[in-house]
């Protein structure tokens, strides 16, 4: 940073981040913490992946659930050659609701019965967003039924499309289903809300006690991913969404549990590019390394 800039009290975007970076309360107890790395946007192999993730110093990956034997071959021999815990991600597309609910129910049997490898957890893309309130409840039902009988935590996703697309919305059912847990990817809200939530305060306060995995992408008022993080212009945005996470991990530390975290920030179209190019106007990969390298700093002794 030049001495005009620090005269001036102006930090740059890495240093702005760094003195984000501070704990922001003393731990009586240590948390425990795994960070995974996603493969969203990776070209490579799924051993090549791994290896990268391990070279980082990431604790593990989160993944599709693999749909072939072949492919979950694969994925289990790259897990276990490399040493990386996993967490699987679990969803449907299809429009029909039957059909959709059928695909998901067998997509979550398979990922919480059929590993080699015992997921941390399973997160899911569940329902849709212009599903019924009952027709969505299903996929709650089905999933805490799962997690009784084999123990895996299940968590489901707030995000844009699906049943927890908004934050009022998510608040009705979790008042009206007790055993629901939450992936918070709060940045969909941010873009659903076009706003920082501060007059849903309470609403996101309900929602943060009932978080069991995050992922850590930043989002903002129009978009779900700001374009790079590191970037001076986003430090209010990027501590509003490290305030959103310290409450997560301020009772994570208190109750003894392991909090997950997923670095999610994505390739294009989820980072900008530049016109007619499609060139990203940022590094991927490199962002999602400093998101983990700034959370371990955050949050670990």
């Not at 490579?44 to 492919?71: H, L, M, Q, S």
């Not at 919305?169 to 709060?186: A, G, H, M, S, V």
């Not at 190019?277 to 998101?291: C, F, G, K, R, S």
């Amino acid at each position: 940073m030049s001495s005009a800039l620090a005269s001036a009290g102006v930090l740059t975007g890495f240093e702005a981040i760094a003195e984000a970076s501070a704990a922001p309360f003393q731990f009586e107890n240590k948390l425990s913490l795994k960070i995974l790395g996603t493969n969203w946007g990776f070209e490579g192999t799924t051993d090549a992946f791994c290896a990268a993730v391990k070279k980082e110093g990431y604790d593990g990956i989160e993944i599709w659930w693999p749909d072939t034997r072949d492919k979950q071959n694969e994925l289990f021999t790259a897990l276990k050659k490399h040493g990386l815990e996993v967490g699987f991600l679990c969803g449907s597309g299809e429009t029909d609701y039957a059909v959709h609910l059928d695909a998901f129910k067998k997509s979550i049997t398979a990922a919480t019965t059929e590993y080699v490898q015992k997921p941390l957890y399973v997160n899911c893309h569940s329902g849709r967003d212009h599903f019924t309130y009952d027709q969505n409840k299903a996929f709650i039902d089905h999933t805490s039924e799962a997690t009784e009988k084999t123990g895996i935590p299940i968590y489901h996703e707030t995000h844009r499309g699906r049943m927890l697309f908004a934050a009022h919305i998510t608040r009705n059912f979790i008042e009206k289903n007790p055993q629901l847990r939450l992936t918070l990817d709060i940045s969909h809200w941010c873009n659903v809300h076009e706003s920082l939530l501060t007059d849903q305060q309470e609403t996101v306060k309900l929602a943060l006690s009932r978080v069991g995995h995050i992922h850590s992408r930043i989002g903002h008022e129009e978009g779900p991913q700001v374009n790079d993080p590191r970037a001076p212009e986003w430090d209010a945005t990027v501590k509003a969404h490290l305030a959103w996470w310290d409450a997560v991990v301020e009772q994570k530390v208190k109750s003894g549990e392991t909090l997950t975290v997923l670095t999610e920030f994505g390739p294009p179209h989820y980072l900008p590019t530049v016109p007619f190019t499609n060139q990203p106007l940022a590094d991927q990969w490199a962002i999602n390394v400093h998101m983990m390298q700034m959370l371990r700093k955050r949050y670990l002794k």
